[in-house]
């Protein structure tokens, strides 16, 4: 199993630009996570998903959209880049919606 | 969800054991105590995880006195390798347990 996948590793964008960061798990969990990691800092939680067709805001989802199609993939949508969105992303995925997740190696990205 | 504290640093030398304590004193009875290791540059991993008195896996261990007020977690004879942050999160063993609140963790640094 290759476990939770992020693409891309690193990512520069201007601001007001869009983009798409990729997510994807292939050990058929229902529960996932989109966080962000600022320096120094814990991850605040996005957006999360409790299944196929089914997500939810977390504690810092405004600039980011997120979809559900398929039990495997989770992206999560930057709709217009600002500087403050500078950060770690992380996806995690969780076979039972508690405390055990799954990160992915995460996404650095830059908005200048 | 319970809030938790934990110092912000800690120092040790190779093959010494190192004793992370969380303070957690308001844990609710379905409350479950995980720790997670991050290195640099990769996503948190899921270490050990109990209830009450003590666990013990090929990683860690985790001491919760009979209060569960506080957890301590245990690294025996830690290497270079070990030098990572350490997040102890507190919250339900049950759907929605996912939404647990990573702080800022205590950041071990292991020296030679």
């Known amino acids: 199993n290759a476990g939770v996948t992020q693409t891309p590793k690193f990512q520069v964008l201007k601001t007001g630009q869009s983009m798409t960061l990729q997510c994807a798990q292939d050990m058929n969990h229902e529960y996932m996570s989109w966080y962000r990691q600022d320096p120094g800092m814990g991850l605040r939680l996005i957006h999360y998903?409790?299944?196929?067709?089914?997500?939810d805001q977390g504690e810092v989802p405004n600039g980011y959209n997120v979809s559900r199609s398929t039990t495997e993939d989770f992206p999560l949508r930057l709709l217009s880049a600002a500087p403050s969105q500078t950060s770690v992303y992380f996806c995690?995925?969780?076979?039972?919606?508690?405390?055990?997740?799954?990160f992915g190696p995460g996404t650095r990205l830059t908005v200048l | 969800l319970a809030k938790t504290t934990q110092p912000i640093s800690m120092d040790s030398y190779e093959g010494q054991e190192v004793n992370i304590t969380c303070s957690h004193n308001n844990i609710a009875t379905n409350d479950y105590i995980t720790w997670y290791q991050q290195f640099p540059s990769q996503g948190p991993r899921f270490i050990i995880q109990g209830y009450k008195t003590k666990v013990t896996n090929e990683v860690a261990s985790l001491f919760i006195p009979a209060d569960r007020k506080s957890s301590t977690l245990s690294l025996p004879r830690v290497s270079l390798s070990d030098t990572a942050v350490y997040y102890c999160?507190?919250?339900?063993?049950?759907?929605?347990?996912?939404?647990?609140?990573f702080g800022a963790g205590t950041r071990l640094f292991v020296k030679a």
């Open positions: 999160l507190v919250g339900p063993r049950t759907t929605g347990g996912f939404k647990t609140i």
């Open positions: 998903s409790v299944g196929a067709g089914i997500t």
């Open positions: 995690a995925s969780s076979p039972h919606g508690d405390n055990e997740q799954f």
